[in-house]
């Protein structure tokens, strides 16, 4: 990117897979778009469990070298030691590797990139940028903010998401294969649960869960319990890999369009809040942003930015309204696990089902 480029269409900030399916979305309806990412390379350092659902193979279309291995459907571990599995057929990924075939696919479309790039402030349309200690400004007739949990964007117009819950995970040897990516539910892990996703000979092992106080275990405290337990199991072996954690959404922003502005992804709070699954969200409404960024860019009327989050809400919106409704009873009556968990997991048609007079 040259940067005496001062002006573009569509400026997209953040280069995940929101960000990345929204630039080359926008490209292919003819709009000039550049996209800022913050880090030096796209797709480190990696946050995130690296499951997918096989279905965003065909929606991405960028090849297949980020598959690692490919599991059946998931195994579901109560406290009081039931399991159940759903089969729900789905990829352990690179997810470095898929963000950077994403970005190619973008660039090679036409999208510009600039890396090492933040993006500092926002007036109108003109939003100053900050590379390698330089300060520039670019104007931008739509931004399309797809900047992650703790979204700058989203906090210049007003709408930052703050139920966000920490997750910490560590990659170990396993024992023997698993077909399956594995959950568990135990009290200690409070309002979230802990996982097993099978990578080859390795797995990713981490937990999501409302953050300790009040005397209650740090998550390294509950983390070094839960692979503990995995370990005794003969699940994982006890050798650590190597470790990430992130901050996950737990439920979606109300206006995800404002001015000239539209979020997309983990920005707008589109992962799901019960699962903390969010890659599809991701590339589906970042492909649904770019496309309406473009739209009112060439239309230069900005009112067809609600198109957006109309799209967004009738794809999204019923099964998002259930979980969030879901996550609200988990964490308002978490001392009643073993009775609330099946109205509140999705591997149990009582979750699906009426609870309280929600549906």
């Known amino acids: 990117m040259n940067p005496k480029i001062t002006e573009t269409d569509v400026l997209v900030v ?20 550049l996209v800022v990412e913050r880090r030096s390379k796209v797709g480190l350092p990696v946050r995130c469990a690296e499951l997918i659902p096989a279905p965003l193979l065909k929606e991405v ?40 075939a994403l970005a190619r696919a973008a660039a090679g479309a036409g999208a510009e990139f600039m890396l090492a790039t933040s993006a500092v402030s926002r007036k109108n349309a003109e939003v100053l940028l900050k590379n390698n ?28 998401n703050r139920h966000r819950i920490p997750a910490v995970q560590i990659t170990a040897p396993l024992v023997s294969p698993l077909e399956f990516g594995e959950v568990y539910f135990h009290s200690e892990i409070r309002g979230g649960y802990g996982w097993l996703f099978p990578k080859g000979s390795e797995a990713n092992v981490g937990l999501g869960m409302i953050p300790g106080g009040d005397g209650r275990p740090s998550l390294r405290v509950v983390l070094e319990g839960f692979l503990g337990r995995l370990i005794k199991a003969k699940k994982i072996q ?64 900005l009112t067809l930015l609600s198109r957006y989050e109309q799209e967004w809400l009738s794809l999204f919106g019923h099964s998002h309204q259930r979980a969030v409704e879901r996550r609200r009873r988990l964490e308002n009556e978490w001392f009643r696990l073993d009775e609330i968990i099946k109205h509140c997991w999705i591997a149990f048609r009582e979750y699906y089902s009426e609870v309280n007079g929600e549906s």
């Not at 030691?81 to 997810?95: D, K, W």
């Open 61 to 100: 279309d960028v090849g297949r070298d980020y598959v690692v291995q490919r599991v059946r459907g998931l195994r579901t571990v109560l406290q009081n030691g039931e399991e159940t599995e759903t089969r729900a057929p789905g990829f352990t990924i690179r997810r470095d590797v898929f963000d950077q």
């Open 14 to 33: 953040g280069a995940g897979p929101a960000g990345c399916s929204a630039a080359r979305a926008a490209v292919r309806e003819g709009a000039r778009v």
């Open 133 to 160: 200690g330089r300060l520039f400004e670019v104007r931008a007739k739509v931004i399309v903010g797809a900047d992650g949990p703790h979204s700058r964007v989203a906090r210049w117009i007003g709408s930052e």
């Open 238 to 301: 006890e050798k650590v890999l190597g470790g990430t954690a992130g901050w996950v959404p737990a439920e979606p922003i109300r206006a995800i369009t404002r001015d000239n502005v539209l979020l997309a992804g983990d920005a707008a709070g589109q992962t799901h809040p019960i699962t903390g699954a969010g890659v599809f969200q991701a590339v589906t409404c970042g492909s649904m942003a770019g496309v309406h960024a473009a739209r009112a860019a060439e239309a230069g009327d």
